[in-house]
Each structure stands twice: as structure tokens, then as C-alpha cells.
């Protein structure tokens, strides 16, 4: 395909990253299309562990061109810090293999002290954000006051931008209790000297990547986030800011309408997610436990961002579903299956019982999950390559997933490592 969309189809911390990380040793560009650093990405290569937050996962291999859509915002104090710890790994970061939208949109100091008010404000209602500046950012952007990263490259347009939004910001804060104002001066400093180390990178990336595409070249865009989180299907309020979608990668990056385009969904043999809101399938028992991890391992249920214990329970395939139509997913990449080990029996949810409603993600409480029980397996998978290798019971797990939900799996997980893969057709290796 010219044009691969890779997203999260559950709530996120799919392992979308290891995809990604996989996939793009076959493209010449990786582009991440929304988000910001609330969103993170884990590769695991050998002993080697990359926790990502901005910068695309196929920025590892030295192959493709990473790509920064329109549809973000960007802390530039935190891509500077990845820029800079990739280097630091031995991995080259500079202008030729990094490009980012002159459209992309900024996130200050003023968007983050705002989100922690928000959040603050909202006190038992809270949303559970990452207190990163996101939602506020995205705000501004909706209402035109937003800062581009093509203010960057105008000096004089960067500073009157940066003071009118500070003094709004500060102007909020000024009487709430147990918040402090930012001094704009050093804001100013701080982003104009930012400014001269970033615009080597700015760039339309969507001419880029449709000059690309005329040229036969292979682009991965690359979703943060999951589907279950969009800011218009999601489950409402408790959704990011952004459209996490397959069809935002084309707005955001600016291609048009490709007709060579393959939408790959990745989701996990069971659910989590992290922050507030309704979760169905969510567990309480001994079995919660298994499905986390105690934390000692770096893929255990802990966020990447912010290191919160995320929510565990068994596969929804009712939203797995939903979200699968929604986004025209082609195929599947499952991860995970190694963790299920153990377990005496392994549970899908295939329908809801209860009151009827008219959208699943917005039921606040109102259905009961009705499962399909399949017997569990034994042993280590971590090692296993080929499908027939699999204990039996672990292969009708997936078959019944596959079967559900029409749509085939061809890569399952096994572990974190980039190795660590069944692939289903050879022809994908």
C-alpha cells in the first residue's frame, strides 16, 4: 500500500509504537497526525528501551523520514528533550530525517498551568487528563488565538503572540489559590530561543508527502491515542482533545485523498485503559493483577506518560468492533497474547445485556457485558514465531477474535521485543 494508517482501536496503550517500529523498516516517511505528549510510545530493541511522547516510533530506524502533522500540538520544550535523548542513543536527529508541519500547533507553559486548573475545577468530575496542556492547546486552536509553529520563523509575530496569550493565562490564574502566575518574559526567552534551534525542521509536510506519494513512495501515518478516545466518537467527556481516527491522518497530513490507502488496527487480547470514565469489562478480582503486572517490567499496565496504573479487563469486542467499522480497518495486529498464560479461562465480551442504548460509549453504567469463555493455556509464548507453535487453545482465542470480528489478524504479539512476532501471512515479513 502507498499510504498505511496504523491507530489504536481500544483506549490506548495498544502497543502501537512496537507496530510501528516493525512496519517502518518498509516505508521511506513515518508521520505521526495528532496528539501531543500526552500520548507515548514504547519500542523495546534488545536491552534497549525508547519511551517516545512526540517524535514518531519509526524515528529508531534509520530509514524513513519522520514527519509532525497539522493535526498536533507540540511541546517544544519536550521535543527538544527527545530529539536530544535519541542522539544521545546514537541515532541521528537533524533536518534531513525530521520534518515538522509549519501548522503544527504550540504548546506553552500558559496551556499547561490552564490544564491543571481545568482538571482542579472539575474535582470530582474530573476527566483524568495528563495535565500536559493539551486540551487547552487544542482550544486556543479552535479559537483562532493558537500559536504555529510558522510563527516561529516570524520573530516579531512569536513574541506578540506569546505576551497576549501569557497575560490571558496569567489574567485567569491571579486569584485562584494554589496557583502562580508565569513570568512572560522568560516565556518569551525561552520559545524565541527554541525557535532558532527548531525552524531548520519546519516544513509544508504536506507537499512533501504528496510529492512522496507521486513517486510511488510508502508512508506510515502513524495514530496516537485510541479510537475509544476520539474527541467526536469517543466516550464523551472522557476523550482526548483530538480526532484519533484514520480518516484525521489525511486532514492532518495533508494528502488528499490517496486511493491506495490500508488502515491497520491494533488492539490488545484484553483491555485497559488509563483516567476516568465507563469500562464495561473492567476487573476487580485476583485476575487484575495478571492482566497489570506488578510494574517491575517495563510493558506491565503503567503509562508511559505518566506512570499511572492503568485499568485492566477482558476484550470488548463490542467497541472493538464499533471502532473497527468506524475507522475502515483492513486488518489486525493483536498484542499481548503472552499475558493471558495462565489464566484457567479467558473471556470476550460479544454483546451487552441490559438496558438498550443507543450509543455503547456513552452507557454510564447502564449495560451488563455478556461473555464468550474460552479455555486458557500454559507456558511462556515470548519465544514462540510460528503460528502452529501456539498451544491450540491460544490459536482459537484468536481465530474467535478473527471470526468476530470479520477481519483478519496478521501479526499477533508475543512479547515487547521488535522480534517478538507471529506473522500470519509470510508475505508480511
Known sequence: MALDILIGVQWGDEGKGRFVDLLSQQMDYVARFAGGDNAGHTIHIGERVFKLHLL????????????????MVINPVVLLKEMEFLRESGIPVNPSRLLISHRAHLVTPGHRLLDQLNEARRGAQKIGTTGRGIGPAYVDKVNRSGILFNDLLIPDRLIDKLTMHMEEVNQRVRDVVGF????????IDDYTAMAEILRPYIADVGEVLRQALSRGKRILAEGAQGALLDIDHGGYPFVTSSSCLAPNALLSLGVGMPKDVRVIGVFKAFQTRVGEGDFPTEVFDETTAILRGDGSKPWDEFGTTTGRPRRVGWLDGVLLRQMAALNGVSVLG????????GLPVVKMCTAYGGQKVLDPLLVQGQVEPTYQDFPGWEGDLQSVRKWLDLPSNARHYVEAIEAFMDIPIRWVSVGPERQQVIYRDEDDR
Request: proline residues 12%; charged residues 20%.
Open 180 to 187: 502562580e502566575t508565569i513570568p512572560v518574559d522568560q516565556v
Open 334 to 341: 493483536l498484542t499481548k497474547l503472552d499475558v493471558l498464560s
Open 56 to 71: 514518531p516510533s519509526g524515528m529508531i530506524d534509520p530509514r524513513p523520514i519522520s514527519v509532525l502533522g497539522a493535526g
